[in-house]
């Protein structure tokens, strides 16, 4: 790198998760604050770095690069670490465990959160229930693999484990009013890896930097940030 990478962040969003990467690879970086209070992503110098108008962007050397799985790969791939590299008999696995998290059950996180959006009132109810369902099920396959599979809640981290570990957070909390269906001591490996992770000076920073409260994987408080807003 010949610049600072750019973060464009909110706090306890999906950038939470490319925040705790770039601590974790020890690179230099510089945060812009998108401020969903004014719907700043929907801006239009904001959707020139990111016609999506989603949350996070990163700019690189090479130009802004959005979607947190394609931010993964990219940081993991330029710097060599936090992922098997090409041609690895590890890769694979990781590659399934990534996508599944990326396609699979930060989606449906999503989904709980906003099942306003994809439905009519009297369909909440529910829909929080299969949903729910689905997210149990996609949890308990993660427990099983964590631990198990290389460079998945071994002793080193990966980038998939920064990504599980946010969207555990994010189970514990969200939506306010739905979050009784969500145990983490039911996924005992899951829960290890968020312990874990805790304890890294990654994690420690991101606290700070997104008033995130000490434990914000294993037993998780709302955010109070120093700036912006979380939802």
């Known amino acids: 790198m010949t610049q600072p990478y750019r973060l464009h962040y909110a706090p306890d969003n999906a950038s ?3 925040r705790l990467v770039l601590e974790e690879l020890g690179l230099p970086f510089e ?18 770095l990111n016609p999506a108008g989603k949350i996070p962007t990163l700019e690189t050397v090479h130009g802004p690069v959005s979607e947190v799985g394609a931010i993964l790969i990219y940081l993991s ?3 060599g670490i936090l992922a098997p590299p090409v041609g690895d008999t590890a890769r694979p696995a990781f590659l399934k465990w990534l996508f599944f998290t990326t396609n699979t059950l930060h989606p449906d996180l ?20 299969c949903t729910t369902n689905r997210l149990i099920s996609h949890l308990s396959l993660l427990d099983e693999a964590a631990g198990t599979t290389p460079w998945f809640a071994a002793e080193q981290p990966s980038v998939v484990d920064y990504y599980v570990a946010a969207c555990l957070r994010w189970a ?19 829960q290890g890896l968020a312990q874990n992770l805790e304890t890294r000076p990654a994690v420690r920073v991101a606290i ?7 434990t914000p994987f294993s037993s998780p408080q709302y955010p109070n940030p120093p700036e912006g807003v979380a939802l």
């Open 31 to 48: 945060t812009f604050l998108v401020d969903r209070r004014t719907s700043e992503q929907r801006s239009e110098a904001y959707l020139k």
């Open 172 to 190: 514990a909390l969200y939506p306010i009013t739905g979050t009784g269906w969500f145990d983490l001591s039911a996924y005992p490996n899951l």
């Open 16 to 18: 939470l998760i490319i």
């Open 77 to 79: 791939e330029t710097h």
């Open 110 to 129: 999503a989904m709980l959160f906003y099942l306003h959006r994809f439905g009519p009132a009297e369909a909440i109810t529910d829909m929080h229930s």
């Open 208 to 214: 700070q930097a997104e008033g995130l409260g000490p």
